[in-house]
């Protein structure tokens, strides 16, 4: 079982940047592929990025591409998303995701993949 907490959300303006930071609790946090998602009241939960067990792969939505960054300190048993270039449309609550995996390169993309969530953090850029 592994814990998240995510921190670092807050009001920016747009162009601006925020880090958001995602800490897990448990020993075995190198065994997780890991997940941004975001969701905005009436929506669902978009997919931002996900980054492999090992950190090798990653991948991202085509909206944050090229302004968000993912990364990973498996010896911290923390994952970052630094965004960059931020606009309005990026505000929303952002949820770190974990997916136990024995495929160290894998990443996943689906929210119905992940087996354990944090509680979200409210990022809000203003124009």
């Known amino acids: 079982q592994v814990q998240l907490v995510e921190s670092g959300g807050g009001l920016v303006q747009a162009g601006g940047s925020l880090r958001l930071s995602c800490a897990a609790s448990?020993?075995?946090?190198?065994?997780?592929?890991m997940g941004w998602f975001r969701q905005v009241p009436g929506k669902e939960r978009e997919f931002v990025l996900s980054?492999?067990?090992?950190?090798?792969?990653?991948t991202y939505a085509d909206s944050v591409k090229d302004r968000f960054t993912v990364s990973r300190d498996n010896a911290k048993n923390t994952v970052y998303l630094q965004m960059n270039s931020l606009r309005p449309e990026d505000t929303a609550v952002y949820y770190c995701?974990?997916?136990?995996?024995?495929?160290?390169?894998?990443?996943?993309?689906?929210?119905?993949?992940?087996?354990?969530w944090g509680q979200g953090t409210q990022v809000t850029v203003s124009s």
């Open positions: 995701a974990a997916k136990l995996t024995y495929y160290d390169d894998t990443y996943y993309t689906l929210a119905s993949a992940y087996d354990h």
């Open positions: 448990g020993r075995t946090f190198s065994r997780y592929a």
């Open positions: 980054i492999s067990a090992s950190g090798r792969s990653t």
